[in-house]
Each structure stands twice: as structure tokens, then as C-alpha cells.
């Protein structure tokens, strides 16, 4: 499988810090083998962290949102994640991509 994920964490009235950790833990402890892409504290929105994950083989998503959804205090969206096209696109901003921006 190997699919991107996005999981956006919310931690209404709680420390966000403590319920992400217990939140990483739970899938950890569901999905020992997922890989975690990248993981950042956000700050200013309605989403205090957002991680990017990959689903190996055998491993099922749901099983990940379930382990979220049971740790309390967090509140949890689990969304699939596809490339920008617009970023993949030659002159899209991204490395190796050619100058002058987006396709019109």
C-alpha cells in the first residue's frame, strides 16, 4: 500500500503537546510497523498537529484512526494524501521543477 495519510489532531481544552504524544502511542502500539513522514505542532488554526504518515502493506488505516480516536481529549481526522499537481508540474515550484511557477 504505502499510501500517504494525513492525520490533523485537535486537543480541545487539553495540552496538545501530552494528548499528541499519548495519540502517536496508541498508533504505535496498533500499527508498529507505520512510518511516520513528518510531525508538526501547529499553532494559530483549528488543528494542533498534523502528521503525515505511510501505510505499509497489511496495515489498514482504520485500524490507526480507531487507536486515535480512543486516546481522550484528542478529536482526530484521518484523510488520504496525493501529490500536488501543481507542485509536480514542470515550473511548479518544486525542486527540480523549471522556472516561473504555476501552470496557467
Do not use: C
Not at 502517536?24 to 505542532?41: D, H, K, Q, T
Request: no cysteine; net charge negative.
Amino acid at each position: 500500500m504505502n499510501e500517504l495519510h494525513v492525520l490533523l489532531l485537535k486537543a480541545p481544552g487539553g495540552n496538545a503537546e501530552v494528548v499528541h504524544t499519548m495519540v502517536i502511542a496508541a498508533i504505535r502500539g496498533a500499527l508498529p510497523n507505520l512510518r511516520w513522514v513528518a510531525s508538526y505542532a501547529t499553532t494559530g488554526g483549528d488543528v494542533d498537529a498534523i502528521d503525515v504518515v505511510a501505510f505499509q502493506p497489511g496495515e489498514d488505516p482504520q485500524d490507526a484512526l480507531k487507536a486515535a480516536q480512543g486516546v481522550p481529549g484528542a478529536e482526530v481526522e484521518l484523510l488520504i494524501a496525493q501529490p500536488s499537481l501543481t507542485l509536480m508540474a514542470p515550473g511548479g515550484g518544486a525542486p527540480g521543477g523549471a522556472p516561473g511557477g504555476p501552470p496557467t
